[in-house]
């Protein structure tokens, strides 16, 4: 009876197969849509002013990237963000909708690639493209590159690569089809550079699976040469027109050889990632100290005194050469293992670190080696279906499926936002220089400052000479009004990284709020003298841009300096020079409408940061250190604005107060207030009817950007 009921889901499924993959995968992916844009997503999709007008489809298709971004040639992966920004906007449930067609397509793909495959072999093929294609949309090494929006593009350079693959196999059959995969490789190239590998798979798939004597290879060199034309014309569009160099990144611990060592390491851990797909991280650590995303804090020394007698390097190596050797020695015999081996090895070679480019380490590389891995265990699957009953064999396969999916799904939410992406980090790798560096950040820019203090100061215990987090501290104390713990870390700062513009103006900013005017500018001429050649971040160069932006922010506090001390000659020349180097300096530039559900209406600049916390509406301003928060509050039919205001809480000592005229408003009334700290709040309340929005500023110093703010409250309208 259950064996009957077995056979007629069996039964069922080989029917609907496809529909069941479909809808498997959709559930394991589902939550994605809830996942805010991270990591690079800021600066390719939300930042990137080219995207933002089809006129600049031309400089996208010779390479333009945005100034953190380049050394990579993806013109296609660029015209997608183009076009989805057109579409979708700063949206990023659609960004997501995209990443689940792309990788639902994908998947299908694999099918019909399996099926193919073992339709030329004539073999049964009744479960083993089903269970492929299941494992490959469920399993959660793939989550990297689905869930982060910038890998997904890059997927998508994969699907070309598939669907290319495909293509040629049918084209064995029938001609017509070989070019579709010619225009499909061409795709795959121009939008990822890890496809280029597609004409060595397919040159693997001859003398494997297609049987085809090595010494008759040479009657198809026209094929093959026509896909190496093709990459040929991506490498030579790469290097002569978009003039991006070949290397893209350094190796590691800045030594060939040592990386070298480590790769065999690296291979082995993908291929335990396969198996058991436990500890996934954005980052990982590849030996104690040093992560896969280097920078200078790395500890270089750990990877530098590796050997090949190293014992997890010697047993990497002896287990690869071990694997190897098997699918040469099983390449008549079992040709399905020799194959899969074969697509693990070739399709990792972009990212072998024989050219350094991206971190040593990453799940998304392992996208497209995955259908080598799927096809082996499903065809293993499929041998024990000839072996034992078929129930058992299902039961196997979706309880392989169903823990694939679960982990998935829960993956999924380590990329919620971007709190969550470096806590998830930590959990896997709690000593992560990189983890606990950007779990502070994201803290920081949501206001948690005690949080990323706290952050902080654990990556401080084991590299005292971070001298970022140092910046870091001082930056969120100053935040916090706590001016002489945010000079003691700027002490430090100085010390470690004398070149570090940001910290002068951190500096100048807190002598202005302390009336330190003398020192204020003896400061931040300091800054001025510095080597803007060493201004950087974790190793990384700032742009030319920031630079002079940085330079700007030091010529205006130098203006207020000097305004202050009534030297007005010196504050004009102070003020004209930041116009200079940023002639938009004191115009914010684009300004956003922004609505709420309970009929707030207002625009606010682009720099500023916004976050709908329910109760309140916070607004950031980063580079000029102040937060705004607006709260609607309704007054009581029987009270009357005297009488409200008499009722709200204080912020601290009551310093001045009075009425204030604002657009909009029946009337408006601000308090300022002194905290303990010496930190000058404002506190606006604007009436409309029975309704009053409570605007609260903090802190108000001298780098309060007072244009900016008056053109925002004035914009600010209660239906």
């Excluded at 030594?255 to 690296?266: N, Y």
């Excluded at 279906?385 to 694939?404: C, E, N, P, Q, R």
């Excluded at 799904?409 to 990329?415: A, G, M, P, S, T």
Aim: proline content about 4%; charged content about 15%; glycine content about 4%.
């Amino acid at each position: 009876m259950v064996q009957s009921k077995i056979k007629d889901i069996f039964a069922y499924l080989k029917q609907h197969q496809l529909i069941f993959i479909i809808i498997s995968t959709f559930f394991a992916y589902v939550n994605i849509f809830q996942n805010d844009f991270v990591i690079d997503d800021q600066g390719l999709i939300l930042d990137w002013p080219t995207i933002r007008n089809f006129n600049n489809l031309p400089a996208l298709l010779l390479g333009e990237l945005p100034p953190n971004f380049q050394g990579k040639y993806r013109p296609l992966r660029s015209v997608l963000h183009l076009i989805y920004y057109h579409i979708f906007g700063d949206n990023p449930f659609g960004y997501h909708l995209h990443s689940l067609v792309v990788h639902i397509i994908s998947t299908i793909i694999i099918f019909f690639i399996i099926k193919e495959i073992f339709e030329r072999l004539q073999k049964r093929t009744s479960i083993t493209p089903f269970a492929a294609s299941l494992l490959f949309g469920l399993h959660p090494i793939h989550v990297e590159s689905i869930t982060y929006i910038s890998a997904s593009l890059d997927s998508t350079g994969i699907l070309f690569f598939f669907t290319a693959f495909l293509f040629y196999l049918k084209s064995l059959k029938h001609t017509k089809f070989l070019p579709y995969s010619l225009v499909f490789s061409a795709l795959a190239f121009f939008t990822n550079e890890i496809t280029l590998t597609l004409p060595l798979i397919i040159v693997l798939y001859d003398i494997t699976l297609g049987k085809i004597p090595i010494s008759d290879i040479s009657k198809r060199l026209r094929i093959y040469a026509s896909y190496l034309i093709i990459a040929f014309l991506f490498i030579f569009s790469r290097t002569f027109i978009a003039r991006v160099g070949l290397l893209n990144g350094d190796y590691m611990a800045h030594s060939f050889v040592h990386t070298m060592i480590m790769m065999p390491v690296i291979f082995v851990r993908y291929i335990y990632m396969f198996l058991l797909p436990t500890g996934l991280s954005y980052v990982h650590t590849l030996a104690p100290g040093f992560e896969s995303y280097m920078n200078p804090h790395s500890n270089f020394q750990s990877i530098l005194s590796k050997t090949f007698l190293d014992f997890d390097v010697l047993f990497s190596i002896i287990f690869l050469l071990g694997l190897a050797s098997l699918a040469i020695y099983f390449y008549k015999k079992f040709t399905i293992f020799s194959f899969s081996v074969g697509f693990f090895f070739i399709s990792l070679l972009p990212v072998s670190y024989i050219v350094p480019a991206g971190p040593g380490l990453s799940e998304r590389y392992l996208y497209i080696p995955s259908l080598g891995f799927v096809l082996l265990l499903a065809y293993l699957i499929d041998y024990l279906s000839k072996k034992v009953k078929i129930g058992f064999v299902l039961t196997l396969l979706f309880l392989i499926a169903s823990l694939y999916g679960i982990k998935t799904h829960l993956r999924n939410k380590d990329w919620k936002n971007t709190e969550s992406l470096w806590q998830s980090v930590i959990r896997v790798y709690p000593n992560s220089l990189l983890g606990h560096f950007n779990l502070s950040n994201a803290y920081t820019q949501n206001n948690k400052l005690e949080l990323a203090i706290q952050e902080s100061f654990a990556i401080l215990k084991s590299t005292p000479n971070f001298w970022e987090i140092h910046f870091n501290i001082a930056n969120n104390y100053y935040r916090l009004g706590k001016l002489i713990e945010a000079e003691e870390e700027l002490k430090k700062t100085f010390s470690l990284s004398p070149d570090f513009l940001d910290a002068y103006i951190l500096q100048g900013q807190i002598y202005l709020q302390r009336q330190k005017f003398d020192q204020a500018i003896t400061q931040l001429q300091r800054g001025l003298n510095t080597d803007i050649s060493n201004y950087e971040v974790l190793g990384k160069k700032k742009t030319q841009e920031e630079t002079m932006a940085k330079l700007a922010r030091i010529h205006f506090l130098l203006g207020q300096a000097y305004e202050a001390k009534n030297s007005l000659g010196l504050a004009s020349q102070s003020y004209t020079e930041a116009l200079r180097l940023t002639p938009d300096f004191f115009d914010s530039g684009i300004w956003k409408s922004y609505s709420t559900g309970q009929g707030i209406l207002l625009s606010y600049p682009q720099s500023w940061q916004v976050k709908d916390l329910g109760e309140k509406i916070v607004f950031d301003v980063i580079a000029s250190g102040f937060r705004v928060e607006l709260r609607l509050l309704q007054i009581l039919s029987s009270s009357t604005p005297d009488q409200f205001l008499s009722t709200q809480s204080q912020l601290g000592t009551l310093v001045n107060q009075g009425p204030a005229q604002i657009p909009n408003f029946d009337s408006a009334y601000l308090k300022i207030w002194e905290t303990d700290q010496r930190t000058t709040i404002y506190q606006f309340f604007l009436f409309k009817g029975k309704k009053s929005l409570e605007i609260v500023v903090s802190p108000v110093n001298t780098t309060f950007d007072k244009k900016n703010f008056d053109m925002f409250v004035s914009s600010i309208q209660v239906r």
